[in-house]
């Protein structure tokens, strides 16, 4: 094969379409959500390259209307996580082996069938399966997957050129191996992009993997599976298996090949993994590479000098967009008293115009959240928070799952810093606030960073300088990403990594070169060109009379 130092093509983030009214966008999504709501549904899992049919058929729901069934997938068993490792550790010899750039043309051409002749499917697909709208399913499913798949390749790119320096007659290298052994990936139903990248960075590096994605977004994991073998990508190099989570980790946890785990979801999820993993720790050939990125508590902090309009817009957005379900969505927001009465009146007029409804309407900018046990979680802390001495609800609060999980977006105010709804985080479009006196400042700050464990997301608003270096330099520690005069969700790839502390993960930014260093285990090579032939150094010579 011709050999070369290869420039990549140029790297850039996916522009994001409008789905304005008239736009052809619109147009053509529309079309493609009326061909896929038709239903027939029949998911396999895809293991070596193969589907893989149990006929233990689970249903598939929209959330926003659970009464039409759209089909079903074919649920899996320990059997088939056993299947899937042998096909990972099968497929590993030859991936590994295979040149850098074949293994990036393969994902450079997933991003170009994404953003282009796919764009419509994973944006429609997204929306019936997991309830976004036409936007938010847009800045997901297709631009933040297909910047994920090509700034994966430039990080490695420049992983693969970072290299040690050599003393004359020396020539070093680093080899930037695969983990040995195969990676497990469990992902969340909350962005199709986060399922497709956290099996996808680790195979980019080399890696095999066996992925289990969540079971209410089987739809969307198949259609990256079914792209991903389009662009060229070998049997067994990923292995889709639709299993429960303790059948999966019985036999993922307890074998000897297990390398790396590549996770998002619940922070107890991913403690008790965290457990099981160190328990087994004589069973492993390596010590395994834990990734996760967890929960969240993110916040909102105003002063008094905060555009009160400003404040507003960014609460709205950022605790409501997707029904509140992303781990960085605003859920806890801190207000002077100062500028609350025009804050609240700005937020009221909002949620008064916002519609609800089914993600097919383009005018609906709240859907449904994703199944029946997170309505019923939600639900029932907006009841205890009517019921509480410690809490008023002030905006917002109905719920109806008669036909879809429905939640209005909801304001609560709290009493005191540490009501539940300021301390756990609920996934949903609930957003708790609490109200601080100016004087207070120093105080609140403190509160803010001791109220919660998490460490994920966080943002101010002020318009005085010194106050926003004062209140930046005191956060520091609060949020893994955080945001000026912003709301504190929607962060773009290359632009602002992503992933928080303490108890939100560990901190591994998806979409950097940072996280492509945990998939590699780098090798040093010393080559010398004429090696000596005499043991003694010149000290050890004797001194000439």
């Not at 899992?45 to 659970?66: A, C, Y």
């Not at 080899?175 to 399922?195: D, H, K, M, Q, Y």
């Not at 590479?289 to 709205?316: C, H, M, Q, S, W």
């Not at 780098?522 to 003694?536: R, W």
């Amino acid at each position: 094969m011709p050999k070369g130092v290869y420039k990549l093509p140029e790297i850039k983030n996916e522009p994001v379409k409008s789905y304005a009214p008239g736009s052809p966008e619109r147009e053509a999504l529309k079309q493609k959500l009326s061909e896929l709501n038709r239903g027939g549904l029949e998911i396999p899992m895809i293991i070596d390259g193969k589907e893989i049919r149990t006929g233990n058929l689970s249903d598939i729901r929209p959330p926003h209307d659970h009464q039409r069934l759209l089909g079903h997938y074919h649920q899996g068993d320990k059997t088939h996580v056993q299947m899937a490792i042998e096909a990972a550790l099968k497929a590993k010899p030859a991936w590994e082996a295979m040149h850098w750039e074949s293994r990036a043309a393969i994902f450079l051409k997933a991003a170009e069938l994404i953003a282009g002749p796919y764009r419509y499917d994973f944006n429609a697909v997204t929306m019936i399966g997991q309830s976004k709208n036409a936007f938010q399913s847009e800045i997901d499913a297709v631009c933040e997957l297909v910047d994920f798949y090509r700034f994966n390749v430039r990080n490695m790119y420049e992983l693969y050129g970072m290299q040690p320096n050599s003393a004359p007659g020396t020539w070093n290298r680093t080899v930037w191996r695969p983990l040995e052994g195969f990676v497990f990936a469990l992902t969340p139903f909350n962005f199709t992009s986060i399922a497709g990248n956290l099996g996808g960075a680790p195979a980019l590096m080399g890696n095999t993997v066996v992925w289990k994605p969540s079971k209410t977004a089987v739809y969307s994991a198949h259609l990256i599976m079914q792209v991903l073998k389009e662009a060229g990508l070998p049997d067994g190099v990923i292995n889709l298996v639709y299993t429960g989570g303790k059948e999966a980790a019985d036999v993922i946890f307890n074998h000897r090949e297990f390398a790396g785990l590549h996770f998002t979801g619940s922070t107890a999820v991913f403690n008790g993994m965290w457990k099981t993993i160190a328990g087994n720790m004589e069973k492993y050939r390596s010590y395994p590479r834990i990734v996760g990125e967890t929960g969240g508590k993110d916040y909102v902090f105003a002063d008094a000098t905060a555009n009160p309009k400003e404040v507003a817009t960014a609460l709205t957005r950022g605790a409501f967009e997707y029904q509140g379900q992303k781990c960085s969505a605003a859920s806890r927001a801190y207000i002077p008293t100062t500028i609350w009465e025009e804050v609240r009146s700005y937020m009221e007029a909002d949620l008064q115009s916002i519609k609800m409804g089914v993600p097919e309407d383009f005018t609906n900018f709240i859907n449904a959240v994703i199944d029946e046990e997170s309505f019923d979680k939600l639900a029932g802390k907006i009841a205890e928070a009517q019921q509480s001495p410690d809490a008023e609800v002030i905006m917002g609060g109905k719920c109806d799952k008669s036909k879809g999980y429905f939640i209005e977006p909801t304001v609560i105010l709290a009493k005191k810093p540490d009501y539940v709804t300021m301390r756990e985080e609920l996934f949903g479009p609930i957003l708790t606030v609490y109200l601080y006196e100016p004087e207070k400042l120093d105080e609140t700050l403190d509160i803010l960073d001791t109220t919660t464990d998490y460490a994920l997301t966080g943002a101010i608003f002020s318009s005085n300088r010194s106050n926003i270096e004062k209140l930046t330099t005191r956060l520091t520690h609060t949020a893994g990403n955080f945001y000026i005069n912003d709301k504190p969700t929607g962060a773009v790839v290359d632009q602002q990594p992503f992933g928080g502390g303490r108890a939100s993960g560990t901190n591994d930014k998806a979409g950097s070169l940072f996280n492509l260093l945990r998939w590699v285990s780098p090798q040093t090579i010393k080559e010398t060109f004429v090696p000596p032939t005499n043991y003694l150094y010149p000290n050890f010579l004797a001194d000439e009379d």
